[in-house]
């Protein structure tokens, strides 16, 4: 009945969507991507909820009607690991997500998100239950300008009983000649939770950390509405328990396109 919730849910965000667009002569767009990476980080832990170990295939597609003033988007983003671990198989993870973008000033735009994140092949190993889905809402409050980008974000993840905020600077140098540019962005996180395992029977088990990284990104047009690029990214964690992993450094591949 939940998946079916969840399935109703984002065609009446697609429904949305739609009327949105007819309303305001606005412009439909599709953003597929096809990347990899080394490894998955989410949030500064490696493996993210899943504790997944080692490269995966992060493909989305995501659907979006607007302007450049205003838009609303809703989309899929899926984990699938590439790597066994100790011989099994690991975990997948799919993202549902919608949210709503709207300029206030020339420089200065608002958005709200939520997302549904989905772990179809969670398992109870020695007793404990791993999480089988999550649902967060967001909001972001973005300054952009000449190439500088700086934002602040605020999510509750609803089943975790999680507050997350992230401040990110990012600026891009512009390689005109070439189709390209140099995207750089530093983020610093903090994570509170009071149920880090829901699914999970006994006691509640909290965490909190503080997390942070820089992304250098490599994009690269090779058509209008296509583009490759290449990255290189570190993250690390604090006030975690002994033996989490922390300085992680990995390197991401991907196309993009959109029409």
Request: glycine residues 10%; without cysteine; charged residues 15%.
């Amino acid at each position: 009945m939940k998946k079916i919730a969840i399935l109703l849910a984002a065609l009446a965000g697609f429904s949305v969507l739609t009327a949105f667009a007819q309303q305001t002569a606005s412009s439909y767009s599709i953003t597929t991507d096809f990347s990899y990476t080394s490894q998955y980080v989410f949030r500064g832990l490696q493996g993210g909820l899943q504790d997944v170990r080692g490269d995966a295939f992060t493909p989305s597609v995501e659907a979006a009607v607007g302007n450049s003033s205003r838009n609303g988007y809703l989309g899929v983003w899926t984990m699938q690991p590439l790597t066994r671990y100790e011989g099994t198989s690991q975990n997948n993870e799919i993202d549902i997500y919608a949210g709503y973008r709207q300029k206030i000033t020339r420089t200065l735009s608002i958005e709200g998100l939520g997302t549904y994140y989905w772990y179809p092949e969670a398992v109870t190993i020695d007793g404990i239950t791993q999480t089988k889905d999550t649902y967060e809402l967001g909001a972001r409050l973005t300054y952009a300008s000449r190439g500088l980008t700086a934002s602040a974000y605020g999510y509750y993840d609803f089943r975790l009983q999680a507050i997350t905020g992230v401040g990110t600077v990012g600026y891009s140098f512009p390689l005109t000649k070439l189709g390209a540019s140099i995207d750089v962005g530093f983020y610093l996180g903090t994570v509170g939770m009071k149920n880090l395992l829901p699914d999970a029977t006994g006691d509640k088990i909290r965490r909190s950390y503080n997390y942070y990284g820089f992304d250098v990104v490599v994009p690269y047009h090779i058509r209008a509405n296509a583009i490759v690029s290449a990255g290189l990214h570190y993250a690390t964690n604090q006030n975690m328990p002994d033996g989490t992993p922390a300085n992680k450094v990995w390197f991401t591949l991907g196309v993009t396109t959109s029409f």
